[in-house]
């Protein structure tokens, strides 16, 4: 088996970084090519002030983003704390001079990587781009006004982020569980340069010892009270029993049948009768 038949059949681990822009589909074509040029000069110096090597990084151009991959011999760490922090400062920097300033989304995985003539592919792949392109990424970029946010795997958070280091902060990360096509997940978001996020609404951090498995949907209450129906009248299915919180009036009326007009409440234009 000759060295490229044999890089294409084994996996490399490595670090997968998958960058999505911020609306990418609401940029005309003159500046579309504009913004995928700071997406370049914001990754690629990111890089070069984090002092990793060109010869150390995949990249794909995917349109509207970067799919990268970093070899296993470059601290992932590194990339956490200290290339993160020069991608943010870049496009802060960038952002200056816009008046839509250009908002990025970064998911990141660490696993085994396959690389052929046309890219690489595998499972963690797969994973890094869903955490990129998850709705929850979406509305937190949106809902913080934040130029980038930054959404990493349970395990790469387990394995690295949790331990801290130069530039990472396990407290200024927010958990909250994804839907993905590959079934639930969970995962932790970041914005660089501020606390831990407040998650949007409808997607609450699962309990620690949570399976990761859908939620349930909520199970409606049947039980029937023995003075509620009578068993012995006719085959009727049993109303279930309803709970209300009410301030003010209320009435509840099932299975009735009026013979004549009926009204039903105080009428409140007329005024009462007085008690004399």
């Not at 995949?58 to 200290?82: C, K, N, W, Y």
């Not at 998650?199 to 409606?220: C, K, Q, T, Y």
Request: hydrophobic content about 40%.
């Amino acid at each position: 088996m000759d060295d490229d038949a044999m890089d294409v059949a084994e996996a490399r681990y490595e670090l997968v970084i998958s960058v999505d822009a911020r609306r990418s589909g609401e940029y005309d074509d003159v500046d579309k090519p504009r913004m995928r040029a700071r997406i370049y000069r914001v990754l690629e110096t990111a890089f070069t002030h984090a002092k990793v090597g060109r010869d150390a990084v995949h990249m794909e151009d995917r349109g509207d983003g970067v799919l990268l991959s970093v070899a296993g011999r470059i601290a992932v760490t590194r990339l956490l704390g200290l290339w993160l922090v020069e991608v943010h400062e870049k496009l802060r920097d960038e952002n200056r001079a816009l008046r839509v300033p250009l908002g990025l989304r970064v998911g990141m995985h660490v696993g085994p990587v396959r690389h052929d003539d046309r890219g690489i592919s595998g499972r963690a792949v797969d994973l890094a781009c869903r955490l990129a392109d998850s709705p929850v990424a979406r509305r937190l970029l949106d809902a913080e006004r934040a130029d980038l946010v930054l959404v990493v795997s349970d395990a790469l958070y387990e394995d690295v982020v949790s331990s801290g280091g130069k530039f990472i902060e396990p407290a200024h990360y927010a958990l909250a569980r994804l839907k993905i096509k590959e079934g639930d997940v969970n995962a932790w978001f970041h914005l660089p340069g501020r606390p831990a996020p407040v998650m949007p609404a409808g997607d609450p951090p699962p309990a620690a010892d949570a399976p990761l498995v859908a939620d349930a949907p909520p199970v409606a209450d049947t039980r029937v009270d023995d003075d509620a129906t009578d068993a012995d009248a006719d085959d009727r299915p049993r109303t279930p029993r309803a709970h209300y919180t009410v301030h003010g009036d209320m009435s509840q009326h099932s299975d009735n049948v009026y013979q004549q007009p009926v009204h039903i409440g105080r009428i409140t234009d007329s005024p009462r009768p007085r008690k004399d």
